[in-house]
């Protein structure tokens, strides 16, 4: 199983980004997933979650810029981000609660990062 996050790049200030996160491999069912960034020099902190039910959750900085989204039929994340700041800045990493096909617990899943870079 692998979570791979892409869609990451340069942007000026007041820009969007979308981020992709497609989980492929033997998986049996996916819980929870999101979206976390960790900019240089800073612990990692979420940015957003969703339920398999769709409930979402942001932090404070993102709500209203940053929506989060899933397609369960294609096990894939999104991240739509508008009015990017500066601060924006980070590595941003996908997580899922996901339940492979080969076991019977839940387990933490990572992508491997995609850089947003947000500069004039």
């Known amino acids: 199983v692998q979570l791979q996050a892409s869609g990451g790049g340069l942007v000026q200030p007041g820009g969007s980004l979308r981020l992709s996160c497609a989980a492929s491999g033997g998986i049996f069912s996916i819980n929870d997933m999101g979206w976390y960034r960790q900019a240089p020099g800073k612990q990692r902190e979420l940015v957003a979650t969703?339920?398999?039910?769709?409930?979402?959750n942001y932090s404070d900085s993102v709500k209203g810029r940053f929506t989060i989204s899933r397609d369960n039929a294609k096990n894939t994340l999104y991240l739509q981000m508008n009015s990017l700041e500066p601060e924006d800045t980070a590595v941003y990493y996908c997580?899922?609660?996901?339940?492979?096909?080969?076991?019977?617990?839940?387990?933490?899943?990572w992508g491997q990062g995609t850089l947003v870079t947000v500069s004039s």
């Open positions: 997580h899922a609660g996901l339940r492979p096909s080969w076991g019977s617990y839940e387990y933490d899943y």
């Open positions: 969703i339920t398999s039910s769709g409930r979402k």
